[in-house]
């Protein structure tokens, strides 16, 4: 109790000044505890010394209390470590997404934006707009945006593989409305919707579709990417490049939801569905610049 109302003056200290200040103040705590024991007991028992301090009382008293707080605290010394090695590797994870530009992506875009100048300038002008959005998510520094922003980038990346897909790609959008405010992991979406493309929608001669949902499970925000998937190429589901993006993802939900966050994979003989499920009732903690 005593920690948890100094909390906001301990976080201004350094790490090291923390851990001695938080022993020390424990120690001094459980010393004040013990001679009110100590005194209870005479009182209460009406012992012959309740004028005399039982020493070697005390001196197991604080034995006791210095080896489990000095276990208790190097607890939480690892798993604030662990905390902020997970933190810098997530954040490094998610520079190299946000560089992963697939080279035939930005040389297919360029085609078909050059091959539309022409006959379509206007279809040509968002297709460049909508380059630049993804450009601009990948420069991006911030961690966590709202899945308003997370929607509209994944329909902009979308929008310039159909212009290479044509009818073959098709998108099936399942969002509730009233969570487009809630701030999500940023690239949680665009990252699975072009797996989607790539290991489900290309390799199907006729293409299929692509079904993405944002809706509220319990009290749960539950996002799913489903594509179709043929038997010759479910080994593609394996890939590099899939594992990384998924493997990012469930890495910084673990890190800002902890538990209560998950990733899910549903792989059925036709579908392949990547679900994240994140709780409502936790406020979101950004990620360490």
């Known amino acids: 109790a005593v920690l948890c109302l100094l909390r906001s003056w301990l976080h201004k200290h350094k790490q090291s000044h923390c851990l001695v200040i938080t022993f020390f103040l424990m120690m001094s705590i459980s010393l004040l505890v013990a001679i009110l024991a100590e005194q209870a007991g005479h009182l209460l028992y009406f012992t012959e010394e309740e004028d005399q301090f039982d020493a070697l009382f005390l001196i197991r008293i604080m034995t006791i209390s210095a080896a489990i707080y000095f ?66 998510a990948s420069l991006g520094e911030q961690n966590m945006s709202s899945l308003k922003d997370e929607i509209a980038l994944t329909k902009s990346y979308l929008a310039i593989e159909a212009l290479r897909l044509g009818n073959r790609l098709q998108v099936e959008w399942q969002v509730d409305q009233n969570l487009l405010d809630i701030e999500v992991p940023s690239l949680c979406i665009q990252p699975l919707a072009e797996n989607a493309v790539y290991h489900g929608i290309e390799p199907i001669a006729e293409g299929g579709k692509i079904i993405i949902s944002a809706l509220q499970i319990d009290n749960r925000l539950k996002l799913s990417v ?41 792989d059925t003989k036709d579908n392949y569905t990547v679900s994240l499920l994140i709780p409502l009732d936790v406020i979101n903690e950004r990620f360490d610049s």
Request: aromatic share 8%; hydrophobic share 40%.
């Open 71 to 136: 276990l208790i605290l190097r607890y939480f010394y690892i798993q604030h470590q662990w905390r902020k090695n997970l933190a810098a590797q997530s954040h490094a994870e998610i520079q190299a997404l946000r560089a992963r530009i697939r080279p035939h992506f930005l040389f297919n875009s360029m085609n078909s934006i050059a091959s539309l100048i022409a006959i379509s300038p206007e279809t040509a002008e968002q297709a460049i707009e909508d380059l630049s959005d993804l450009f601009r």
């Open 226 to 266: 489903s594509n179709p998937l043929v038997s010759e190429n479910r080994s593609l589901t394996s890939k590099k490049g899939n594992q990384m993006a998924q493997d990012n993802i469930r890495q910084r939900l673990k890190l800002v939801y902890g538990n209560k966050g998950e990733f899910i994979i549903n």
